[in-house]
């Protein structure tokens, strides 16, 4: 039942062109149409998880396959169509086997109950792809995965017997995975006009990564060390700009990257305990620490051209809901107030903001907290969009 979210708050194959000049060449890929690799049913949750792999590009803007999963609860079958799609854009994650078409389906075994049919990316750089280095934070990489695999999931589900209410879809995320989520809206603005989204829920997002690599080098502590390094660790690989690890990093960091961060071995409180410091500028060179030097400077020049908080048109009626805790220290929450004013100057009328001190709540620190409020504002707003009643919300609380 739904009312668990609650209580718990034929393949041609083509493949990628060669170009000598190109340093990141990798091998050739082949590429075929989207397909189920396998399917298991989760008894206690009553869920059917598919895991599927779909074309798509690879940061590079090369074809790739990629994978994720479709998780489908029991009340949906071939008789009881789907009430609608729920998007989900999964939060930071490190090691191989925590991503979706790995087994990690802690948010997807709540939804069975609701009728909705689960839509989850694992992104380049785990699953299938899972020995390439993640393309962190970068929202257009990151967003194509997601809407590959929402198109992916629409060509296969018919095939697997099922259908659905397709004026119903939910986009929704945390942290990484609200970063993500705004990425698909902006992506869905400019490349996909005729897929709507009926509601997206972002909460605790980096949507204005240049702005937090400003505050960063304001702070002297972070909350999740391992986030920042891989902010810069994607940066610099995905756009090109070849600056040298040890222009970024300083040991004992510099030398234990690719063990430690970069192998899919560790979580990110392993990753955190290995590195043994939450101060930035006992992991970070000076010059990463310095606004004005040559290298914090073609880092804030890539940063600026994946900003969410800048640079496109998003369609006025979107229904946009954003959740960040004040006192956040992973993801300041200036990221969410630009975003929020970005939006309101572009004319999007239907867009809310809850931003606040929301406490710690059970001990969580306060990324971890908004998280909590996060999933309780957007199960309440999606049981409303269904039609299933309420009783609370979750900010008279506060």
């Known amino acids: 039942m739904f009312a668990a979210i609650l209580a718990v708050c034929g393949a041609a194959a083509f493949t990628s062109c060669a170009d000598e000049d190109n340093p990141y060449i990798e091998e050739e890929i082949p590429i075929t149409h989207a397909r189920v690799d396998s399917v298991y049913h989760i008894d206690e949750a009553n869920l059917t998880v598919y895991i599927m792999e779909y074309p798509s590009i690879d940061p590079f ?13 029991d009340e949906v079958t071939a008789d009881a169509p789907a009430t609608g799609l729920l998007l989900y854009n ?31 990316a694992d992104y380049y750089g785990f699953g299938i792809t899972e020995d390439k280095q993640q393309a962190y934070c970068i929202s257009n990489i990151n967003a194509q995965a997601s809407i590959d695999a929402l198109l992916a999931a629409k060509e296969l589900l018919p095939t697997l017997g099922y259908s659905w209410n397709d004026d119903i879809l939910f986009n929704v995320g945390y942290s990484q995975g609200g970063h993500t989520a705004m990425g698909v809206v902006r992506m869905l603005t400019e490349k996909y006009p005729e897929i709507r989204i009926t509601h997206t829920f972002a909460g605790g997002g980096s949507y204005d990564i240049p702005e937090t690599y400003r505050q960063f080098l304001q702070t002297e502590n972070t ?54 410091t939450d101060v930035i500028a006992q992991f970070v060179t000076p010059e990463m620490l310095d606004l004005e030097s040559d290298v914090s400077k073609r880092f804030l020049e890539a940063m600026d051209r994946d900003n969410l908080c800048a640079g496109w048109h998003p369609r006025k009626d979107e229904r946009i809901s954003l959740v960040h805790h004040t006192k956040d220290i992973t993801v300041p929450a200036a990221n969410t107030a630009n975003l929020y004013a970005f939006l309101k100057e572009q004319g999007v009328e239907n867009v809310t903001l809850q931003m606040g001190d929301f406490g710690s709540l059970i001990g969580l620190p306060a990324h971890e907290s908004g998280a909590v409020v996060f999933a309780i504002l957007a199960v309440g707003e999606v049981c409303r969009t269904l039609g299933i009643n309420v009783w609370f919300n979750i900010f008279d609380l506060f």
């Not at 803007?61 to 609860?73: D, E």
């Not at 490190?94 to 790995?102: F, G, K, L, V």
């Open 223 to 276: 909350g999740m060390p391992s986030t920042v390094i891989s902010v810069l660790l994607a940066y610099n690989t995905f756009f090109k700009l070849d600056i040298p690890r040890s222009d970024i990093f300083i040991e004992p960091l510099l030398s234990n990257i690719d063990e430690w961060v970069l192998s899919k071995k560790y979580t990110r409180e392993e990753i955190d305990e290995l590195l043994g």
């Open 61 to 73: 803007g090369r074809p790739a396959m990629l994978s994720g999963t479709i998780t489908i609860g």
């Open 90 to 120: 999964h939060f930071t994650v490190y090691r191989a086997d925590e991503c979706p078409s790995r087994g990690e389906l802690k948010v997807q075994k709540l939804i069975p109950g609701s009728g909705l049919i689960t839509i989850s």
